[in-house]
């Protein structure tokens, strides 16, 4: 910006008297006699008018030795550092230089001064035209008059400038002054050149504490705090003993890292050195111990300070809010406001804004919100889009839209607010609408929709949005991708997954244990066990959730064996298990059939790991007995529960007895569970299919009836298949395919090589009360069978066919997958809604267990 602009921007001053014309050397000298004490009150002066009044004083005595009276007027005006007075030292300086014909010491020193003041309020442009000015009235600028340049072309990001200030220091043979030289270093470092940074410190055959003081600061500062703490310690083995800014800067990297026994030792040498606190070392001491987790320390600490500065209240508040404190945020608060505490500020509302939203406290946010518009803080951005954040929070959908509504400036975070806003009160279509009108939207918006319909298991709308996404050229991160790969994992989207691996390797996308046990989750569930091995054994770092996606993903294949090997490695390395993770052994257990080991492992939950069976391990115990035909064992298990058995363990139950047809044991099971949920579909229509398969048509009737009194619908069966990166889905007797001509008639070629395979239907499968024709039409008709024929001639050769079915796969599609991969001699994976399939050669996984 130019100066003239910037000054016309500044508000009013008092009007700067007439300055006299040149008096004649007597003059000058009898009037400097006079004028002498005027100019020393100088430095004393607090507010503008106070200089006013005596530069007016000045120039009624006869100002005497011109530049030197000026020099201090500019310099009290800097000192003032407001704008105002800024604008006062630029109209003395311009009359000045106006009518000043030869230049000294003293005309220097009026440039510099007013070189500082701009670069004190950040006015670095000026600071710069400036010394412009100066070197084209001949001056030489001296070794303060860099200083000054060099923080000014810092403050602007001024890199081309400070180069040729380094330069002009340079021709000025100033550039090996430390003061210079610890401007350069700061300089440096703060435009991100940490190795030219370096390299002039490591030039200076002098360092003093602001040398290593600057260097320490600028690693410090450009996120190398270990960097920082390492010089600190160096400096003090030299023998610079550090000062305040000195302690405040290698606290803080402390802070950074986290690291509570070296923040300590820093500390330390508070004590060791003798140095005195002041207001900023005890705040960066608060601060360091609350990052580092010792909130009991931060808080005797800041018990024990007399003068608790604004400064020291927004730090302690603002670490309660950020760990979730809510509650001691908001003492902190009411202890500030209950005695003769500081004024808030917008710092210290954004962190009570905040904490009223954790804690859902709408009184005390609403009044939050009134102090704001009081005090006319409703020009910050950061203000609003909190008190948007927390009426939210407080399901006060209305009163944030009024917010946003009524803001000046809306950016994105706004936006956000409001799209995370309405997706926390469960109103997803509000959300998308506001992401749709959005007029910009970053990777926190599209994070923010992409998770959001995950959570509702939209996954095809979350994966088609993430395809939007790209399109859009915005780059995902790894909050994306684990939104993704979970999409992913439901779908069975095993190509979309592999895609999403790769472009995670080839992005270099740093894979926390977080991304990485998503990676394992997904490939398990899309039945792809050797790629979630993979990414498990390949794992730095790994917790019980990444055994536990490990563990998921042998459960989904059936291999009870290897879930526990995983889990004895697992205790092996001292990782202790949670009750989510016996939920996915049991599960692999039962599924493997291994009921001994099933036992077992039950038992030992209480015994040996301190966890209380939940109602959850129960029933994976009830399945264990009832899908090894343990009916019995498993109806003793549960009438010895030591809590009442749910719904869950009853349909456990019952889908045993179906297995095993059990009709009497499936009534008295079915009976339970209609007074525990008699409006849960899937009940009904399995105690109906157990009837069924048994040509127990009345009964099949009265079931139905029930479901019709009780406005019970039953799921359709649907079966998807993924080509070439889209999913396919079809459901039973499904004609609207638009390629289903095709399908059908692969349907009728498998059939024929089927049944010249002495393949016959297994018509206990259709349960319906139908002819037998009929009955084998329906049955050629299964959502998988569409989805298997889809497969054959949509896809290459030896390309193995996966399809995600959200029922329990039948008897007859079992063989019927079963006999099409020994025939077209094809791998077929499908997986059903308790576990994968994995067909090959005639053969299956399950060894027709399921």
Known sequence: MAVATQLSTLPSVTALPELPTRLHQHEKRAASQNSAPAIGLLKNCKTLNEVSQLHCHIIKTGLSGRSFAVANIVSACTDLATPGSLAYAQKVFEQYVDEEEDVDDGSLFVYNSLIRGYSQVGLSQSAVSVHVQMVENGLVPDKYTFPFLLSACTKMNGFEEGLQV????????????????????????????????????????????????SLICGYARRENPRKAVSLFFDMVDSGIRPNSVTMVCIISACSKLQDLSLGERV????????????????????????????????????????ERSLVLYNTVMSNYAREGMAKEAIDTLNEMLSGEGPRPDRVTLLSAISACAHLNELVLGKSCHAYALRNEMQGWESILNATIDMYMKCGETGLACKVFERMPNRTTVSWNSLVAGYINNSDLES?????????????????????ALVQVSSFEEAIELFRTMQREGIKPDRVTLVSVASACGYLGALGLAKWVHRYMIENQIHCDIKLSTAMVDMFGRCGDPQSAMLVFNNMKERDVSAW??????????????????????????????????????????????????????????????????????????????????????????????????????????????????????????????????????????????????????????????????????????????????????????????????????????INCRLRDAGHEPDLKAVLLDVDEENKELLLSRHSEKLAIAYGLISTGHKMPIRVVKNLRICSDCHAFAKLVTAIYDREIIIRDNSRFHFFSQGLCSCGDYW
């Open 548 to 749: 536990t996606a490990a563990i998921g993903a042998m459960a989904m294949e059936g291999n009870g064996r290897r879930a526990m090997e995983l889990f004895r490695e697992m205790i092996a390395e001292g990782v202790k298990p949670d009750e989510v993770l016996f939920v996915g052994l049991l599960t692999a257990l039962s599924h493997g059939g291994m009921v001994e080991e099933g036992w077992s492992i039950f038992k030992s939950m209480e015994e040996t790991y301190g966890i209380s069976p939940s109602i959850v391990h129960c029933g994976c115990m009830v399945d264990l007995l009832g899908r090894a035909g343990m009916l019995e064992q498993a109806l003793d298990f549960i009438k010895g529960m030591q809590s009442e058995p749910n719904d869950v363990i009853w349909a456990a139950l019952l889908s045993a007895c179906r297995k095993h047809n059990n009709l009497e044991m499936a009534s008295y099971a079915a009976e339970r569970l209609d007074k525990l949920n008699p409006y849960k579909s899937g009940i009904s229509v399995l105690l109906s299919n157990i009837y069924a398969s048994e040509g127990k048509w009345s009964d099949v009737a009265k079931v139905r009836l029930q479901m019709k009194e009780k406005g019970i619908q039953k799921r359709p069966g649907s079966s998807s298949v993924e080509i070439s990166g889209r999913i396919h889905e079809f459901t039973s007797g499904d004609e609207f395919h638009p390629e289903m001509r095709h399908i059908t008639g692969m349907l009728d070629e």
């Open 166 to 213: 380094h330069g002009a220091a340079v021709k000025t043979s100033l550039d090996g002054d430390v003061y210079v030289q610890n401007s350069l270093v700061h300089f440096y470092f703060e435009c991100g050149d940490v190795a030219d940074g370096q390299k002039v410190f490591d030039g200076m055959p002098d360092r003093n504490v602001v040398s290593w003081t």
């Open 431 to 451: 959300a998308q609408k506001i992401f749709q009108e959005m007029p910009e939207r970053d990777l926190f918006s599209w994070n923010t929709m992409i998770g």
């Open 267 to 306: 500390c330390a040498y508070i004590n060791n050195l003798g140095l005195k606190l002041n207001t900023h070392m005890v705040n960066a001491t608060v601060d360091m111990y609350m990052k580092c987790g010792a909130f009991g320390t931060a808080k005797l600490i800041f018990d024990g300070c007399e």
